[in-house]
């Protein structure tokens, strides 16, 4: 067993740090106050993109880098240490809206979408969740029909990320509402078909700087070569994106975490109080070595979760517990980094005001961490 990154993994590492402080550090902070989510995009589609990043761990035949799902997880990490909000909205390119079509998508959708996305051509969406369908699926209304060489899709959709800056929506419909989740069916769908439209932008607690938007299909016709894999595997193609899609959240909490943690820390070693470092206080000391300690295990689960996937073994127990850690280490090391920096803490010009807000997502998207328990319980009670 070796818990040492390789060379290679170092130095990209390193550099994805390098690409945090120049790229995201700047404008992270007004970003998040004037909730300019237009500007993350920017970023992403200009500064990423070229480097490769949005087809990190997708194979080279597809426009991809073919990295390991490390790779993925180490550059999250770095994002996420300086701002949450681009680390989701890469996220979503790299998981959700692009391992359906990589992974049950025909040699024909790979070429036509896939190898745009990884290529940074383009960016995608995933669109799952419905007023009436959160956790439970099974409650989705959003219907589609046959009708010859098309499906007419008709529905909503809610709280989705890119959405409008996305090409590419990888949207779920009930293709037979008698069969629940076995009636379900998965779509691509493309921006600027006729009948689809976007609804209103949200207002959240956090992640300012990405949007996440309503999607209306009204009789939108959508050629039934989109249509992923066959009638009724949408719920397990939902399933499959959404385990790599919670390794991306594990790894923004873990990286949350430690941008909180950095700042905390500093601050306890800087700010004297009572004629010394407020980090000679035992009661900060102790929750500084807490937090610690918290964020090295949950980087160590992420990490090993991303090992299993791209081993290619079952990772879906490993992958919750990776989620749940890492997410709730995030929301608990930002409070207590808030609480260390007393008054200063509360203010926007400090970013653990903004970790703290941005955190409490990350314990709900893509599996609230209760369902994270649900699915644990089932692997450990078989």
Not at 206 to 212: E, M, N, S
């Amino acid at each position: 067993m070796n818990f040492q990154l390789n060379d290679e993994e170092i130095r990209f590492q390193q550099s994805m740090r390098e690409f945090a402080l120049t790229e995201l550090l700047p404008g992270a902070m007004q970003r998040d106050l004037d909730e300019n989510y237009e500007e993350t995009y920017d970023i992403l589609m200009k500064k990423a993109a070229p480097k490769g990043l949005l087809g990190l761990t997708f194979p080279a035949e597809y426009g991809g880098l073919g990295k390991s799902y490390i790779y993925f997880v180490l550059a999250m990490i770095e994002f996420c240490r300086i701002e949450v909000s681009f680390g989701a909205a890469w996220s979503v390119c790299m998981s959700l809206g692009t391992v359906p079509i990589w992974k049950f998508g025909s040699e024909e959708q790979k070429q036509k979408y896939l190898v745009p996305l990884a290529k940074g051509e383009k960016i995608s969406a995933f669109a799952l969740t419905e007023p009436n369908a959160g956790s439970d699926s099974a409650m989705q209304e959003s219907t589609a029909v046959a009708d010859g060489d098309a499906y007419i899709l008709n529905g909503r959709k809610i709280y989705i990320t890119n959405a409008g800056f996305a090409d590419t929506y990888i949207v779920f419909a009930m293709t037979d509402k008698t069969k629940g989740t076995r009636g379900i069916s998965a779509f691509i769908v493309e921006k600027g078909t006729p009948g689809f439209s976007f609804g209103k932008v949200y207002k959240k607690m956090g992640i300012h700087a990405t949007v996440q938007r309503e999607l209306i299909f009204e009789n939108a016709r959508i050629p039934r070569e989109n249509l992923i894999g066959k009638e009724g595997e949408g719920f397990k193609i939902a399933m499959t994106a959404l385990d790599v899609g919670r390794l991306g959240v594990a790894a923004q909490g873990t990286g949350a975490a430690m941008g909180a943690y950095d700042i905390a820390l500093k601050s306890a070693k800087e700010r004297v109080q009572f004629g010394q470092p407020v980090s000679a206080n035992q009661g900060v000391s102790f929750m500084l070595a807490d937090m610690a300690t918290q964020i090295e295990l949950a980087q160590l689960i992420v990490l090993k979760a991303a090992w299993m996937y791209s081993e290619g073994l079952p990772f879906s127990k490993e992958v919750a517990m990776a989620k749940t850690v890492a997410t709730d280490t995030a929301m608990e090391t930002a409070v207590n980094a808030v609480q260390i920096l007393g008054g200063k803490g509360f203010l926007q010009e400090n970013a653990v005001e903004r970790f703290m807000r941005d955190a409490k997502i990350l314990q709900i998207y893509e599996g609230t961490n209760q369902i994270q328990r649900v699915v644990i319980a089932s692997h450990i009670l078989k």
